[in-house]
């Protein structure tokens, strides 16, 4: 029996290569006629795809979490590449999908400003600020710091309230940044009552974060 290059232990089966390392070969000149095969096959048989790798992960529940821990960086390189390369693709499926759910996604959105309030606000108010052209960005963690730092109290009036809004003590009109050190809680009626003008007066005291 003639033997094999690659594997002297192993019978030859073609251009002097084992069974194993002449699929490899095939695979690696063919790669482009293969990733079309599975494709096909993919799409004629997603249910049963889908079967074989709920079953495969209930076999082998942290098999994803141990690979995603030794190959996060190469991950989010390979995700980013990707999203690039199809960014307008991803663009033209997101919107298909959110015309035909529309009601689902509403609902979706209604149960997430629900379970996160601060968060809606946060974009608004990053929004206005860049529309004015301010620098800068404040989290919602770093604005729950700053209310509790006041003890819930208007920074100006000391009264407590539960609707404090966040004043910019520069406006961002007049080139203040939205940043930690520029915001201060207010009550509405100071707020309001301040409008787009400096303070007559600083707040007593003022977070840095």
Do not use: F
Not at 11 to 27: D, I, Q, S
Not at 39 to 52: D, P, S, V
């Amino acid at each position: 029996m003639k033997q094999a290059t690659c594997h002297q232990d192993l019978p030859h089966k073609a251009k002097g290569l084992c069974g194993a390392c002449a699929a490899v070969a095939w695979r690696a000149a063919n790669k482009e006629k293969v990733t079309l095969q599975r494709r096909a096959w993919y799409a004629a048989n997603k249910e049963l795809k889908a079967g074989t790798n709920r079953v495969w992960r209930a076999a082998h529940p942290d098999y994803d979490c141990a690979w995603y821990a030794a190959n996060k960086e190469k991950k989010i390189l390979q995700s980013l590449a990707w999203y690039a390369a199809n960014k307008g693709k991803v663009a033209v499926q997101q919107r298909a999908y959110n015309l035909a759910n529309r009601e689902r996604r509403a609902a979706t959105r209604r149960a997430w400003c629900a379970a996160n309030p601060e968060r809606p606000l946060a974009y608004n108010r990053l929004r206005r600020a860049r529309r004015l052209g301010a620098n800068g960005s404040i989290t919602p963690d770093q604005w729950a710091s700053i209310k509790a730092a006041y003890a819930g109290r208007c920074a100006y009036c000391g009264k407590e309230s539960a609707a404090l809004t966040q004043d910019h003590v520069i406006p961002l009109s007049l080139g203040g940044s939205h940043t930690p050190v520029n915001i201060v809680p207010a009550c509405r009626s100071c707020n309001s009552g301040k409008g787009a003008r400096s303070p007559a007066r600083l707040p007593a005291k003022r977070l840095l974060l």
